[in-house]
């Protein structure tokens, strides 16, 4: 099958499959690359599911979810987002990235046109060649100073042909979440047009810098141009139970309907039923774990200012710090490479986000705080080595 040279292998799973290997060869590898939560599932969502599987719920569900998990959702996004919708406006996914593979698919065109901001994550542009081959992509880059949108870039791209803008807050890679005035900004830019905004908001709940998380969807002036996607692997931490769900305007969700009958049927039954109980866990669950985010995030700028050569734009949310490496190496897949066969921390290349971050790696701040303090130290001796960078 011939397929987009857009549509390539995951960088982050590469790293991750090349950390496992050295693992297999019992050599000790400190992981800073994959972004998965080190806690585990609550064990209310496992009990609740699998007491569904003993109460029969194993068959099919409405394609676009069940009704007592959309009600639910119907409930978050005004209380957490003040996105006002019914659950008619609502769809139950396979996670996430099946929500945005979806939404793209009902949306695009021959031709449109589609603006990315990056660096971004590694599934947005496959996934907008694989809706529609002959998209055209604006990748915009985010203000390498201080990661700040790049506004006159984005109106310069913006057109008539303009279907998409992707976002996403908390961001992937830099940590990065959108100001009120940016999301001000793009609601401006795309009201009485036929440009959606897509929000990808998987990391809303890990905030551990005190910045408010700001919602497109809730501009009413533009209700009907803007689609959220969300879903409980990152603050649930259910990244292989592989749900998510979207909310949309009323005619693109009969679009997706169709997709999802045709490609899913449903989302898994007894899955749906036990991601309901998320719902009723107390609200404050979240604030250990982004404790423990902060507290890494902290050795990381700790160390990032103990070294000349290198820079870091501090993240507000995610899972992932964006570290500027100009100052030490010429590459990012080199820089990473290095890292890992000298010194056995794997990170991310920053060209795996976008070509124009090669100056950059990702971290992630999952690790244990004991292994993540480790990682620091061993990054900056390689920095500061003779055979590193």
Request: hydrophobic share 40%; net charge positive; with cysteine.
């Amino acid at each position: 099958m011939k397929l987009s040279p857009d549509i390539r292998d995951s960088a982050t799973l590469k790293f991750s499959e090349l950390a496992k290997e050295k693992n297999r060869r019992k050599e000790k590898i400190i992981s800073l690359g994959i972004g998965e939560p080190m806690f585990d599932t609550p064990p209310e969502i496992v009990e609740a599911t699998y007491d569904a599987m003993k109460k029969g719920y194993t068959k099919y569900s409405d394609p676009l979810g069940l009704v007592e998990l959309r009600e639910l959702i119907k409930d978050k996004l005004l209380k957490d987002n003040g996105i006002d919708v019914s659950i008619d406006n609502i769809v139950v996914t396979p996670g996430a990235k099946q929500a945005l593979s979806l939404a793209l698919m009902a949306l695009l065109e021959p031709n449109d046109e589609v603006i990315n901001i990056t660096p971004c994550y590694v599934s947005y542009i496959p996934q907008i060649k694989i809706a529609e081959p002959s998209a055209v992509i604006h990748n915009i880059d985010l203000d390498k100073h201080d990661h700040s949108l790049d506004r006159g870039k984005i109106k310069k791209a913006f057109n008539k042909k303009t279907k998409a803008i992707i976002i996403n807050s908390p961001h992937n890679p830099t940590g990065k979440m959108l100001e009120r005035d940016e999301i001000g900004f793009l609601a401006r830019l795309v009201k009485g047009t036929g440009c959606y905004v897509v929000s990808d908001e998987i990391y809303e709940k890990l905030n551990f810098s005190g910045m408010r998380h700001y919602s497109i969807g809730a501009v009413k002036e533009i209700k009907d141009k803007a689609i959220t996607i969300n879903g409980f692997s990152k603050a649930f931490s259910m990244t292989g139970w592989r749900i998510g769900y979207l909310a949309a305007p009323k005619e693109l969700i009969k679009a997706i309907s169709r997709l999802q009958q045709h490609l899913n049927t449903n989302t898994c039954t007894f899955i749906q039923k036990g991601a309901c109980s998320a719902f009723s866990l107390n609200e404050d669950y979240p604030k250990a774990y982004n404790s423990a985010l902060k507290e890494r995030e902290s050795l990381l700028v700790e160390m990032v200012k103990s070294n000349s050569a290198l820079r870091l734009v501090r993240p507000a949310g995610g899972l992932f710090a964006f570290l500027d490496i100009s100052g030490a190496s010429h590459g990012s897949d080199r820089f990473s490479a290095r890292l890992l066969d000298r010194k056995n921390v794997a990170v991310i290349p920053g060209v795996s986000f976008g070509e124009n971050w090669d100056d950059h790696v990702r971290i992630s701040l999952v690790a244990q705080t004991d292994e993540f303090r480790e990682g620091m130290r061993r990054i900056d001796e390689f920095v500061r080595s003779e055979d590193g960078p």
